[in-house]
């Protein structure tokens, strides 16, 4: 399969991200650089571009596209902007910058959760529509896989991540009904794991809401990779990457991302820890910059309608202060 990156609220992004052409960005999941590619489109020469993804694939077509652009772009400009791809989880920016001797960058994009390319490759045991061996890595050189987690994980801790990952309702009945199946033997494929979350969802609940399986596969590929912890603690450290008046924008895609991602703009720009009761201030927190969306940006109708993917999107914006 062709590694496509059909970007979500490509324009919104752009302008969210007010784009300096002489200015450094950061694409944390670049993906098949689907934004990435319009971002260096918008550099001059001194511009440049820096793309991270845990995923070797993901890395390899950002490269082959960006590569292609670099090379039209230096036909009518004869130069074109630099830019750098990093195998790394977008949490270790700080590290990736130290290393590529880059003090701060103008702006950071996050554009969370599965690609499209992930889902719908079914070697890569995302999808609860194939019945292909339990896999779900973002990373592939990680060795820990999610037939492993399914097969090792106790009741009480499947039921944890169904419930709080999931946000199922059936989740002890599908934990109970996992660890019951695994007793006979491992549950090994995607299709098994379907099977036995059906059996644990009364038939009524089935017919409403999408797959029954949707909401277990997605609690179960967030725990695998870590997704919300990563998130939640690496937004501070990210607007920390920020020159002054940078932004970092974040494309989320439920409600537990969206709420860790609302909570940190919010605390970064208030981080005041004195109760309500002070008159002033007396704990010497400084606010790191503003919120910009109040409300988060959601995508066009015309968007939604062309791409389902894009339906429960929503991308919040925060501006580095500017002064550090």
């Known amino acids: 399969m062709d590694f496509a990156h059909v970007p979500v609220m490509l324009r919104e ?7 300096d052409p002489d200015g450094v960005y950061a694409d944390g999941t670049v993906g098949g650089a689907g934004h990435a590619s319009e971002i260096f489109r918008r550099l001059s020469p001194e511009g440049r571009l820096i793309g991270i993804d845990r995923d070797s694939e993901a890395l390899a077509a950002a490269d082959e596209r960006l590569k292609k652009l670099a090379a039209a772009l230096a036909e009518t400009r004869a130069e074109h902007p630099a830019f750098s791809l990093v195998k790394a989880n977008y949490g270790d920016l700080p590290q990736v910058l130290r290393e590529l001797q880059i003090p701060a960058v103008n702006g950071i994009l996050l554009d969370l959760g ?3 390319y992930q889902i719908d490759n079914p070697e890569r045991g995302f999808s609860y529509m194939h019945d292909v061996p339990l896999d779900m890595r ?3 050189s990680e060795s820990y896989t999610a037939k492993d987690l ?3 994980y106790s009741e009480a801790e499947l039921t944890r991540i169904l419930r709080d990952y999931g946000e199922e309702r059936f989740a002890s009945f599908i934990a109970r009904r996992i660890v019951l199946a695994r007793q006979e033997k491992p549950i090994e494929t995607t299709g098994e794991l379907v099977a036995v979350i059906q059996k644990a969802i009364p038939m009524k609940y089935q017919k409403t809401g999408g797959h029954p399986a949707k909401r277990s596969f997605q609690a179960i590929r967030i725990e695998l990779n870590h997704e919300l912890t990563t998130l939640e603690q690496c ?9 002054p008046g940078g932004r970092l924008a974040v494309i989320t895609f439920h409600s537990l991302e969206d709420r860790i991602v609302k909570t940190a ?5 208030d981080p005041c820890i004195c109760p309500k009761t002070f ?14 969306t109040r409300s988060p940006i959601l995508p066009s109708e015309e968007e939604r309608e062309s791409n389902s993917r894009a339906a429960s999107a929503k991308l919040r914006i925060f501006e580095r202060a500017a002064e550090r």
Not at 235 to 243: F, P, Q, S, T
Not at 265 to 269: G, T
Request: glycine share 14%.
């Open 13 to 19: 992004c752009l302008e969210g991200l007010q784009i």
């Open 114 to 116: 599965v690609s499209s």
């Open 138 to 140: 973002m990373d592939q």
């Open 150 to 152: 399914v097969n090792g």
């Open 235 to 243: 937004l501070g450290g990210l607007i920390d990457c920020l020159a």
């Open 265 to 269: 703009f919010r605390k970064a720009e």
């Open 279 to 292: 008159p002033r201030c007396v704990c010497g927190a400084v606010s790191k910059g503003r919120v910009v």
